[in-house]
């Protein structure tokens, strides 16, 4: 654990039913988001699911909403646009949009079910410079990509 104070982030019920994002075990870098509603994903069908909570992501910081890998691996559940993105800005409703890649069976999400998680990281100021070229890369790796180390 960091000597560092835990990075404070406010947050507000929008409904009275909601809970707070909150890790399954100390340490954990990603706080569970539950489902503040019911919804039925049919095989292949999509649902954008409420989590009837909004945050205040403090200024120099992002959320990265993830897909939770029980989900996935039990029912084919994830996340459409894993990593979802919410900036410090936003002060809406969380929302997940799950998709079922099931193909023969639905899924039913329950309200208070974890649907997904958040996982908060700096996000940097940055001035894009355009130059002529680039210098190499220390590793040497280049333009390289998409499998280009042989994996």
Known sequence: ????????????????????????????A???LRAA??????????AI???????AIPAGYAGLVLPRSGLSARHGV????????????????LKVP???HDRSESFTVE??????????????EASFVEV????RSADGRGAGGFGSSGA
């Open 1 to 28: 654990m960091s000597d560092s104070p835990a990075l404070e982030v406010r947050f507000t019920k929008l409904r009275p039913d909601a809970e707070a994002p909150a890790r399954a075990y100390s340490g954990d």
């Open 30 to 32: 990603g706080y569970d």
């Open 49 to 55: 699911v409420g989590t009837g909570v909004a945050v």
């Open 78 to 93: 994830t996340l459409i646009n894993a990593p979802g993105l919410i900036d410090s800005g936003y002060r809406g409703e």
């Open 98 to 100: 799950l998709v079922n």
């Open 111 to 124: 309200a208070g079910m974890r649907v997904a998680q958040l996982v908060l990281v700096r996000a940097g």
């Open 132 to 135: 002529a070229s680039l210098e």
């Open 37 to 46: 509603e019911s919804a039925v994903l049919e095989p292949g069908g999509r």
